[in-house]
């Protein structure tokens, strides 16, 4: 499976901004997806995750309220919506794959076999 992850941009903080992960090849029911960002100097933190069959979403702390994890089965999808943008949520943003996924998406990126590349959000404040 391969991961394209796009829809980054700069924002004003406050504004919204939809990211979108295409999978090509084959999501089966066990498979999870996550997004994750990185900013500059920062380790590589969890941001969001779904499982690609009941749709059970997990979500960091530091995002609950303002963003939302969605998958698209039909088109081979997920999607991550930001509201409420802050300066802090600047980061490269990636899409991950898991393939065999428990009842409830992981939230550590070593559960997490295949990357997309990474799309670069920026906020101004």
């Known amino acids: 499976v391969q991961l394209q992850a796009s829809g980054g941009g700069l924002v004003q903080a406050g504004g919204s901004l939809r990211l979108s992960c295409a999978a090509f090849g084959t999501i089966y029911s066990s498979n999870a997806v996550g997004w994750f960002r990185q900013a500059p100097g920062k380790e590589r933190e969890f941001v969001a995750s779904i499982t690609w069959r009941a749709a059970i979403r997990n979500y960091a702390d530091s995002v609950k309220g303002r963003f939302t994890i969605s998958r698209d089965n039909a088109k081979n999808a997920a999607y991550l919506q930001m509201n409420s943008l802050k300066a802090e949520d600047t980061a490269i943003y990636y899409c991950?794959?898991?393939?065999?996924?428990?009842?409830?998406?992981?939230?550590?990126?070593?559960?997490?076999?295949?990357w997309g590349q990474g799309t670069q959000v920026t906020v101004s404040s």
């Open positions: 991950a794959l898991d393939p065999d996924s428990g009842k409830y998406p992981p939230t550590l990126p070593s559960a997490y076999d295949y």
